[in-house]
């Protein structure tokens, strides 16, 4: 049996009313190149930004008809907001809720308003990056700690790793085993040490090749952001992908972000790459948050001693130079790699530890930088 091909998949969207409803979604030029892998079909409709939660619909049917079709085991289909598909209008600025405390006492995020063109996601109150101008400087291990931290400070916390092509959750968390469904659409997301957790590593195998183009990485991130039940959450912690290519700008772009975490080691070729990721943020008006200088210093496990092996305070420095708090220095120690590795994360593992205490005053000037930080409207996402 052959599988299914784009063609089939463009005729059966002709079956779909755009908003319109005169003519059909494909006619309007509304439905992205489409991309089959598997028997999966990944694609997205492009749809003016300030009608994009009115259109919900529209993509729910998409999904619906192309699931229908004989020979296709799912679909992803995401709404991408375009502002030539618009009107131009210019977004609506809310003022900033205060943080506060539930009834029980706890401590509650400011709830993030749904910016322009950009869907906020029930039961989460504020979703934070973290990332990182360029690999290897330990980001998806911060994010691990970083989201343990804002747990021991007593915040509901949940993390999606965004890192489609390089997913870390499932080792630097020690999950396995595939998320269950509810009624055959919403994901449970996966839990250990208190953390709600999404990765692609939990719905491919560890060592499949992941050659998705574009539009595909985005649908598959837009289902493990808005299709899992995350519930009530204060933060959402996004381990973003490295680099600042196009699928970190997209991920930018898409998610509500009410904020993002540089990591950075105090190299000077590692500032430079963290320069642009604080450019990439800036671009798409995401509020830095501020920096961590990880891998920091040395400290040697026999003595205690501590060496400043990659130089030392050029995160501090840069964070100054441009105006952005500097979040705090993580040393670099064989417990953080190993416990990583291993799957125990320090935080969880040895809280009262110094390090765990470290990544602890992060989490709580992250969390300072929430409840104080003025709403932005986000801009139109362009795709040139």
């Known amino acids: 049996m052959t599988g299914v091909t784009k063609e089939q998949v463009l005729e059966t969207l002709k079956t779909v009313r755009g908003p319109d409803l005169e003519h059909d979604i494909v006619e309007l030029g509304m439905v992205s190149d489409v991309f089959i892998s598997d028997g999966k079909v990944y694609f997205s409709i492009t749809v003016p930004a300030e009608s994009a939660k009115e259109l919900e619909p529209l993509r729910l049917a998409a999904e619906r008809v192309i699931k229908e079709m ?5 679909a992803l289909v995401a709404l991408t907001a375009d502002k030539r598909a618009g009107s131009g209008a210019a977004p609506v600025s809310r003022p900033q809720p205060q943080a506060g405390h539930d009834h029980h006492g706890h401590a509650h995020a400011p709830q993030q308003q749904p910016r322009a063109g950009k869907l906020g996601v029930p039961g989460i109150n504020a979703i934070i990056a973290v990332a990182s101008g360029k690999g290897g400087v330990g980001k998806s291990t911060t994010a691990v700690n970083l989201s343990l931290g804002l747990q021991a400070n007593g915040l509901r916390v949940g993390i999606l790793d965004a890192d489609i092509y390089g997913p870390s959750m499932p080792r630097l968390l020690k999950i396995s085993g595939r998320p269950t469904q509810i009624d055959g659409r919403i994901i449970n997301p996966m839990e250990n040490y208190g953390l709600k957790v999404m990765s692609m590593g939990f719905l491919v195998d560890e060592d499949t090749a992941m050659i998705w183009r574009g539009p595909m990485v985005q649908s598959a991130l837009m289902q493990m952001l808005r299709e899992v039940a995350w519930g009530e959450l204060d933060v959402l912690v996004v381990d973003m992908p490295p680099g600042t290519g196009d699928a970190q700008l ?4 898409q998610v509500p972000l009410a904020g993002a975490v540089i990591v950075s080691t105090p190299q000077d070729l590692a500032l430079v790459d963290a320069r642009k990721g604080l450019n990439m943020f800036k671009k798409v008006e995401v509020p830095v948050l501020g920096i961590v200088e990880n891998m920091s210093y040395f400290i040697a496990p026999d ?36 416990t990583s590795d291993a799957g125990t994360p320090l935080v969880a593992t040895e809280p009262n530890g110094i390090v765990a205490g470290i990544y602890r005053e992060i989490a709580a000037k992250v969390w300072q930088q929430l409840g104080g930080q003025p709403q932005r409207a986000a801009p139109a996402i362009v795709f040139e």
Do not use: C, S, W
């Not at 997209?250 to 772009?253: K, Y």
């Not at 501090?316 to 953080?336: D, H, M, S």
């Open 303 to 338: 003595t205690g001693t501590r060496y400043d092996i990659f130089g030392h305070g050029g995160a501090r420095k840069e964070a100054e130079r441009i105006g952005v708090p500097f979040l705090g220095e993580v040393p670099l120690t064989i417990n953080i790699r190993e």
């Open 250 to 253: 997209t991920m930018a772009q």
């Open 70 to 74: 004989p020979g296709v085991k799912g």
